[in-house]
């Protein structure tokens, strides 16, 4: 790096860097030991979720067989390459879950739906929103939320992604692997002196609104008060995204390690897809919290299962619970292979982007109506979990406690998260 620049032409080298992972070539060496070299890395969190439950019969291991000496089951059998690598944990679920088919709107926030008196639909913050808030600071992007088109026909519930916000409202996600990747990676065409100034008027906008809605504050009752309030959140919560904008205007955005996607992909391909995208949004680090929404409605149809979801998820012996068991076979070869790329993904010090990313994959649903023992793999080295473990937990052991014991993983000191009770020791490394 002796070469002599111009000092616009290093401004403009250091705006791309900002955002590319951390290059050798540019003054960035291996650490030693490995022990320094992973304190020095960040973090990562990725949650992936999927409706219908799984197969009781064939997806959880054996309870008698705990600890690393366990039998994968058959739904597991293709993650066999990683079995070191990821610990399921039974005994999980949400007290206060009562819908039978809403695999992801509290799987992780462990609400209580009725909470508010007066409404049916009450949520709190996800534990992926909880690390963004301190993740977020650094990246292009705080959080990445992910959906399939097929949501409906996939066993999800209310919500727009798996994200909540502090006031347990939906964050929209992107369904469209196409949308996600031009989100990520594609530049703006738009002259810098226009997206500044559209960014000035949004904000002169907000100043507006603000004045006028603090003028009509002075008449209202309590009850149109505290609506207001939420109103007023939610412009302080637009002024963040556009204070997040203005920071990262300057910077050009990293170039991705995969083509420009093909529209129409969807089911099998459209996960494989997704995976790759969210490995291309940690190697470039423009997130460091990624949620995955995943489908399964087009997933059977593109095993060429005819089966419908709903009709799979209350299997019986027969073609029911043979469909129910494809998918879980294909869900699990979609996993080993996203972890695969996560363990070829190196970083500069050697290590790899799976050593640094806590990896949860799971449903609020077992399977059928059964909303206790949610099946719950972790996998990664980003929280200092333990890995290659089978873990049976007390029956009802709380979900958020997973959660809260994840976040102190992560280095988040959260008291407390959903409904949690405590951490769970036995997943301490």
Same mark, same amino acid.
């Given at each position: 790096?002796?070469?002599?620049?111009?000092?616009?032409?290093?401004?403009?080298?250091?705006?791309?860097?900002?955002?590319?992972?951390?290059?050798?070539?540019?003054?960035?060496?291996?650490?030693?030991?490995?022990?320094?070299?992973?304190?020095?890395?960040? %973090?990562?969190?990725?949650?992936?979720?999927?409706g219908?439950?799984?197969?009781?019969?064939?997806?959880?291991?054996?309870? %008698?067989? !705990?600890?690393?000496?366990?039998?994968?089951?058959?739904?597991?059998? +293709?993650?066999?390459?990683?079995?070191?690598?990821? !610990? @399921?944990?039974?005994?999980?679920?949400?007290?206060?879950?009562?819908?039978?088919?809403?695999?992801?709107?509290?799987?992780?926030?462990?609400?209580?739906?009725y909470?508010?008196?007066?409404?049916?639909?009450?949520?709190?913050?996800?534990?992926?929103? @909880?690390?963004?808030?301190?993740?977020?600071k650094?990246?292009?992007?705080?959080?990445?939320?992910l959906?399939?088109?097929?949501?409906?026909?996939?066993?999800?519930?209310?919500?727009?992604?798996?994200?909540?916000?502090?006031?347990?409202?939906?964050?929209?996600?992107?369904?469209?692997?196409?949308?996600?990747?031009?989100?990520?990676?594609?530049?703006?065409?738009?002259?810098?002196?226009?997206?500044?100034?559209?960014?000035?008027?949004?904000?002169?906008?907000?100043?507006?609104?603000?004045?006028?809605?603090?003028?009509?504050?002075?008449?209202?009752?309590?009850?149109?008060?505290?609506?207001?309030?939420?109103?007023?959140?939610?412009?302080?919560?637009?002024?963040?995204?556009?204070?997040?904008?203005?920071?990262? /205007?300057? @910077?050009?955005? +990293? %170039?991705?390690?995969?083509?420009?996607?093909?529209?129409?992909?969807?089911?099998?391909?459209? @996960?494989?897809?997704?995976?790759?995208?969210?490995?291309?949004?940690?190697?470039?680090?423009?997130?460091?919290? #990624?949620?995955y929404?995943?489908?399964?409605?087009?997933?059977?149809?593109?095993?060429?299962?005819?089966?419908?979801?709903?009709?799979?998820?209350?299997?019986?012996?027969?073609?029911?619970?043979?469909?129910?068991?494809?998918?879980?076979i294909?869900?699990?070869?979609?996993?080993?292979?996203?972890?695969?790329?996560? %363990?070829?993904?190196?970083?500069?010090?050697g290590?790899?982007?799976?050593?640094?990313?806590?990896?949860?994959?799971?449903?609020?649903?077992? !399977? #059928?109506?059964y909303?206790?023992?949610?099946?719950? #793999?972790?996998?990664?080295?980003?929280?200092? /979990?333990?890995?290659?473990?089978?873990?049976?937990?007390?029956?009802?052991?709380?979900?958020?406690?997973?959660?809260?014991?994840?976040?102190?993983?992560?280095?988040?000191?959260?008291?407390?998260?959903?409904?949690?009770?405590?951490?769970?020791?036995?997943?301490?490394?």
């Open positions: 790096m002796k070469t002599k620049q111009s000092r616009r032409h290093f401004l403009r080298s250091a705006s791309a860097l900002i955002a590319l992972p951390a290059l050798e070539s540019f003054g960035f060496r291996k650490l030693a030991p490995a022990a320094t070299a992973e304190k020095s890395r960040p %973090k990562r969190a990725v949650f992936l979720n999927f219908w439950g799984v197969t009781n019969e064939t997806w959880f291991p054996d309870l %008698k067989q !705990t600890g690393a000496d366990y039998l994968l089951p058959p739904g597991l059998v +293709p993650l066999a390459r990683h079995k070191a690598d990821f !610990t @399921v944990v039974q005994g999980l679920s949400n007290k206060f879950a009562n819908e039978a088919h809403w695999g992801s709107t509290f799987w992780l926030t462990g609400a209580n739906r909470a508010e008196p007066g409404q049916s639909m009450h949520n709190s913050i996800s534990v992926d929103q @909880v690390a963004a808030l301190q993740f977020g650094e990246t292009r992007f705080a959080s990445l939320q959906n399939s088109p097929d949501v409906n026909n996939s066993g999800h519930g209310p919500g727009l992604s798996l994200a909540w916000d502090s006031r347990g409202k939906p964050v929209a996600g992107l369904d469209n692997p196409v949308f996600a990747f031009h989100k990520l990676f594609s530049a703006d065409t738009t002259p810098l002196a226009e997206r500044q100034a559209m960014l000035a008027q949004k904000r002169s906008v907000l100043d507006a609104v603000l004045t006028d809605a603090g003028d009509l504050q002075r008449s209202l009752n309590k009850t149109d008060t505290a609506k207001l309030d939420e109103y007023f959140q939610s412009i302080r919560d637009i002024e963040t995204r556009l204070g997040k904008d203005e920071q990262w /205007l300057n @910077v050009l955005k +990293p %170039k991705a390690a995969l083509n420009e996607p093909k529209q129409g992909l969807a089911g099998r391909d459209e @996960v494989a897809l997704m995976y790759d995208i969210i490995v291309a949004a940690l190697q470039t680090d423009s997130t460091r919290v #990624i949620t929404r995943q489908p399964v409605g087009t997933l059977l149809q593109s095993l060429a299962i005819k089966v419908a979801p709903h009709d799979m998820s209350h299997y019986s012996p027969g073609e029911r619970m043979e469909a129910s068991q494809k998918r879980d294909a869900q699990s070869e979609l996993l080993a292979r996203l972890i695969d790329k996560l %363990k070829a993904t190196k970083e500069p010090d290590t790899s982007l799976f050593d640094h990313t806590v990896l949860a994959y799971g449903s609020n649903i077992r !399977t #059928i109506h909303l206790d023992n949610c099946p719950t #793999i972790l996998a990664g080295g980003g929280a200092g /979990l333990k890995r290659g473990q089978h873990i049976s937990l007390p029956k009802n052991t709380p979900l958020s406690n997973a959660w809260l014991t994840l976040l102190h993983g992560l280095g988040i000191k959260a008291e407390r998260h959903g409904d949690s009770t405590g951490i769970i020791k036995e997943l301490i490394a």
